[in-house]
């Protein structure tokens, strides 16, 4: 009768084991798919942030050519500007206004 009760007792030990393992290892699995999840969600957060900075550079590019010809433009205003104001001081001296 005690052998009986030795094996049976031995074989809850040996299941209640693997049936520890068996979840152990299932929990494991479930954590390794939930973080592989996080990090691809993560991924392409970070991708689109990568895309938004890079749209961002492209247009911060745009504006410097544009502030780029405006000065020139407005350069070129002031020497126009300048000529003018010549051509009206001479004007004046000359009593042609």
Known sequence: MMDITVVFSLIAAISGIIL???GRSRSMRQDI??????EALQRADV????RGVDDIRLEQRVQ???IDALSE??????ESAKQAHKRLDRKE???GI
């Open 20 to 22: 520890g393992w068996a």
């Open 33 to 38: 798919i939930q973080e592989a999840g996080a």
């Open 47 to 50: 991708d689109y942030i990568k």
């Open 64 to 66: 410097g050519q544009r």
């Open 73 to 78: 433009r407005v350069t070129r205003v002031e």
């Open 93 to 95: 001296e000359t009593g």
